[in-house]
């Protein structure tokens, strides 16, 4: 039998549910308390009224908020490009295999160190406030590479994409079309069962707009919904084709035409920003203000990968977005709780309201603003997940 816990003297509580103290998109509720009964939310208001519970928990006048919603990361890995970095960094020109070199440590790993890697960067994130995450394969680009690494994230959420058309793979360099028939053929017979999504890199150099289509449209025929990197590097065709397959995000948005824009604005695809790449790169910032103003649903999240986001922190990218991309404080932070749960199409997490699952952050700071306002701070005091406390 479950027992209830009151969680009371929040400062500011951010529900996500409009319906809620201000009536804002982040439905914000001061002198807070939150009632969880087993693994989820059922009641949210103001302390003064909250019902009795079995146990109580004093906030100590923190804030509360939902546990982030990482919705695109890239855990299932070996292996490090720390020289690659140094020398971006530094101005000189580095001439190794780029997202390569991780296939080739990938590839020569076991499954036990890829899980161990794995969880080690779960664990970085849960510590930073990331109660759901999706991840990735894309390392392997081999049927039975890849099949292994969406069994090995399988164990750990069930947000799991199959990305074997991350780039052509090295053994079919000198004929794209034979890889592009084995992503659509054996490998995706064999990921399919271990994944919910399918994703494609749909950018000059890996993936062009008919070789994308293809894929997820087989994906699909498959029971996996698109998602995809899209207009990352250039403008190009991702973007509206992720629109026009009701793929539920396009991920990185960086050089968007304004009729990208309208897609977005009159579709169900949820536009996922990743500021991390452009910090790690040195790129141009993605808008996210042209996007916000014509109504598009934005995520933000970190794009966690050793080659050109290697962080796994969302509070970080919250401060970047607020920062570098015209974000608001309560925008960015919607965009990393309830953003990405619409990125992932989930009404369970991202939000604090009654028949939520209770995955929730305590911050040691009165108000959510703070995670822009003091970057780089570790202010992520508790994590609640499942109405559990595992922080």
């Known amino acids: 039998m479950s027992s209830s816990t009151v969680i009371t003297n929040i400062a500011t509580l951010v529900t996500n549910d ?10 914000l509720v001061r002198d807070a308390a939150v009632v969880v009964d087993g693994d989820r939310v059922v009641w949210t ?8 519970a079995d146990d109580r928990v004093d906030a100590g006048g923190r804030a509360v908020l ?26 000189r020109s580095y001439t190794a295999g780029g997202i390569r070199t991780t296939v080739a440590a990938t590839r020569a790993a076991s499954d036990a160190e890829l899980e161990a890697n794995l969880t080690r960067y779960l664990d970085e994130a849960l510590r930073q406030g990331t109660t759901t995450f999706e991840t990735k394969s894309g390392y392997g680009l081999t049927v039975a590479d890849e099949s292994r690494a969406l069994r090995i994230a399988a164990r750990h959420t069930d947000e799991v994409t199959y990305l074997g058309a991350h780039i052509v793979s090295p053994d079919h360099a000198d004929d794209p079309a034979a890889y592009v028939a ?6 995706l017979d064999a990921c399919a069962p271990h994944a919910r999504w399918i994703d494609v890199f749909c950018e000059k150099g890996a993936f062009d707009g008919d070789q994308a289509r293809a894929i997820l449209t087989a994906g699909r025929a498959k029971g996996l919904h698109p998602r995809v990197h899209a207009n990352q ?38 536009a996922t920003l990743l500021p991390g790449a452009e910090f790690s790169t040195r790129a141009e910032w993605p808008d996210a203000r042209r996007l916000l103003d014509a109504g ?37 932070v919607w965009s990393a709780t ?4 619409a990125a992932l199409r989930r009404t369970d997490v991202g939000r604090l309201a009654p028949g939520a699952r ?25 994590v609640w997940r499942r109405g559990e406390r595992e922080v």
């Open 358 to 382: 209770a995955d929730l952050i305590v911050l040691d700071a009165p108000s959510h603003v703070h995670l822009a306002y003091r970057p780089g701070v570790p202010l992520v005091t508790q």
């Open 18 to 27: 409009p319906s809620q103290g201000d009536g804002s998109p982040l439905g």
């Open 296 to 332: 598009v649903t934005v995520a933000l999240s970190t794009d966690c990968n050793p080659g050109s986001s290697f962080t796994s922190s969302v509070p970080f990218c919250i401060a970047l977005a607020v920062r570098d991309m015209g974000m608001t404080p309560d925008e960015a």
């Open 233 to 270: 590097l250039s403008y190009g065709p991702g973007v509206q084709l992720a629109v026009e397959l009701d793929a539920a995000s396009a991920d990185h948005c960086t050089h968007l035409t304004d009729a990208d824009v309208d897609a977005l604005a009159g579709g169900n695809t949820v």
């Open 45 to 52: 208001g103001e302390a003064s009224e909250a019902p009795a």
């Open 66 to 91: 939902p546990g982030f919603v990482d919705s695109h990361s890239h855990l299932v890995f070996a292996g490090d490009r720390t020289q690659e970095f140094n020398a971006r960094m530094s101005g």
């Open 182 to 187: 084995l992503v659509t053929g054996e490998m």
């Open 338 to 341: 309830a953003g990405g749960a």
